[in-house]
């Protein structure tokens, strides 16, 4: 069109200088949760617990329906905060008190607000500083099934527009959010036994044992369908999915090419390690901390151990236990000449990408099978 | 089976000469809106309206659930056309006067059919000419809620089984296909303000301006994916989805490799061009013209923009207003040797790969926010 | 964790001497068909038989609603028995028997349970041998619409864990499985032939005739998205997934490169053939037998043809006939220096990679059309 006389560019998203501590995103578009997204990432990530796969098991235990994975709910949730937190980051430091709340089932409409808690300049590079925000996800506003399905804290490295602006000053304390994991009833007059052969027979409460590494036996090779998984959960950052921007530019980007989005090696460790340790859960109760270690791409193979930290009673229920394991992520690299690994395959690396201190909801064999 | 003495290959779809002007046809198939087709368009192509992600907002405007969007609803009815008209085509030459209807929900089955317009041989080359044709897809037909959804006329360059065939002569006039985009009523009652975060603030009817150019700032670069994307369509054209014979004879082909689906540049295009134009739209109203003018492959970094090219009054609706609109799609392939683009970066020049008349119904902030 | 003081890897699956004759395995995890499952194979596959299509016509015809194709009934199916079965497996050997029984729905929960009858050692490697089993597939167990939907025998080439350990001896003859295709009744106050341009106008029980050999006119090239396809199918099958194990020593595995899961092609060479077989099929009825003749990678492109075997009467059902076919798929690889193949293009070998004897319940035009 020769008479368009003016070119517009919008901005996306804020910089560091722009988040103001107590300020409060409601972000845009919500979610709601449909068959194909929710069998996209309980598949791909492959997900055993029989509660994501069975609906006639899912509805015995006194579900609703198919139960949403912890890492689907946590992706779905988190993703919708990209665009206002973090569409400008360099990196994602932390997540922090990441706790579950109501299930989420096909259907739920997933919608999420952040606070802004705080936000630091760096001391090394000016252009630089980490905003430390809370987020509250909800499902069903205004219907009488309206509740928080996650509340977390994240730590996020951004990057200023300009670095001579002065950042906003000021802490505020996180909001006090009600979101602990709901529960279905423990009522001996449903049949469990009669469904114990769906899941794991060895991944009840008292089979683990504090101090064990458990090495989940199978890897994932990702490859460009992260591109696709990515779009899926709405994360349009463009380190994920634009090439063009990247092969413009390589060395200004991780490893030269499109960097594989945190939250797909995140939920796929959570499915590698489910037969051995979420096969018997109810839910997830809480990730205390966690973090990315290294980047992952296109090609790379996907392993998963998790360590057990250690058990609890739950305060209020005797039919299940709280674990207490961090969940690890790695690959393999090729080493450099001379270069030994006693973790790897000889002329292998092995590189740790993921950690993530995770607390389980474990069902007890006394009670259920 | 040494005892199979005959052996069949069965012609698939129509040549130019079988082409009657006045005939109808009635295609195969139809297609019912799947959660998991629903899923995958609206999400690959990075579509932002609520009204297609979030149940909740698209129930509080008085749709019945969450809306296709427009790109999907011509996919799915342009496709279910492709094999009697376009399985033995050159290219396709024009879409014209591509007005929606109802609205489009998961669950719906839509039906088509296709009128033959006229059948012209090309002047220049004896194995060629161009249909003319005007197709109509229904949906739910039988049922109180049957309805029109799309109506559409295309122009398409179609071989000749035998060059030295007669032609179809004749005429016919168009249809009159009642077709107009049905919207919710307006209802003060309901609660529009406090949904408003949802989409983005600053793409009202008030905010634009003829005679604008909006740069969108995201990029998609398409995979190998496009293989799935396609048969999701019921689009089985072979020049997509068989790489064997490319390989037998890539000179035949255009770029000697699988062509993506021109369907899947269209409606990336829409989705990349959303936050901008789309978020507060309630639904595409007319695409007068619309054409691919180069082609598009695995590998390709996608980009859009959108011309403002005018606004008007809605006929019926103080609400919204009717935003004229030229969509752009482009990619950037390496300039050659002393080739410069002065809208590319250096070394590479830009390629325009589609455009699309677009006029969109856009809410009024004066109403909605 | 410095602590962890004992490291677990668990076994997966049985070895050859772990099979009992007359054991019985329940399997585990169990699958709830989801709209998303559905469409991805359903379409993947390119099956154009509107039962799997179009709602409107599958309820017409006296089903509740879309209707699962045959190829995705025994793939889900089948994959819940791979970890039991198969996860230490060779090769899959044959199929046997594979007898259909009640339609297929989205929501349905499907649940199998195989029976060992026989465990044969290899005479001429002491590491391997045969596991002939049963297994059958049900839905919706404990509700009033519980039944069978599959059932089958299959023998696969089982590794030993210890090539010392003594085999179990035995054999058990199957169980009676009542397993028969459901057809909807017959009604002549169906409108059967206003539906009827909706199929294929040539596939019918009459249009077929024996000694016929039918080359299906389309390819379909497989991209790396075998990986997701296969896991969204519970199939863990790490010679499927797991590059980095196949990179460590690419000559234990054949070809060197991950090779694709067999129901991949067994289900798209159905699909294949879709058009010209089944298009106006109301379900497959028996696979008497089957095997993958040749591995299938990425990159190849897949092809199918139908040998027309026989006809019969359906001995209950004077609208529908059986039809005997034998579905072959086959793809082509480079030929050698100096090798020719008369059924390939130059340069080319052809090489069947499926057989199956497949039966199908035709619809007669008499009476549908």
Redesign the interface.
Known sequence: ?S????????Q?GNFLEDFVPGQLF???????V???????FT??S?T?N?LA?????ARAYGFDA?VCPPGLVMLVAFSQTVEDISENARANLEYVDMRFGAPVY??D?I?VETRVLEVTGSKSNPKLGVVHVQSTARK????PNEAVVLAWQRKVQVWKRDETAELHAGKVEPDRIECSLWLPAYQPSRDYKSMA????A?TYFEDF?P?????H?????M???H??LT????N?S?VH?????ID?DPKQYVGGK?IIFGGIPFVLCLGLSC??VGDNALGDFVYKTGRHTAPLFA?D?V?AAT???GKRDHPQRPDVGILET?LLGH??VKAKEGEVDANA?EG?KKVQIFELDREVVVKRRSHYA
């Open positions: 069109m008479e368009a006389s003016r070119v517009v560019r919008k996306i409601r972000h845009k578009g919500g979610k709601t449909t068959e194909g997204l929710f069998t996209t598949e791909f492959m055993t029989p796969k069975n609906a006639r098991y198919l096909v259907g409409t919608e069903n506003l205004g219907t052969q769906l899941s794991n060895d044992e101090g064990t590494r458990i090495e036996s199978r890897g994932r090779t490859t460009a369908e591109i696709h779009a899926i959960l709405d349009t463009q999915c634009n090439q063009f921007m413009l499109l037969p051995n090609g193979t392993f360590e057990i930290l961090r690959k393999f395959p292998w």
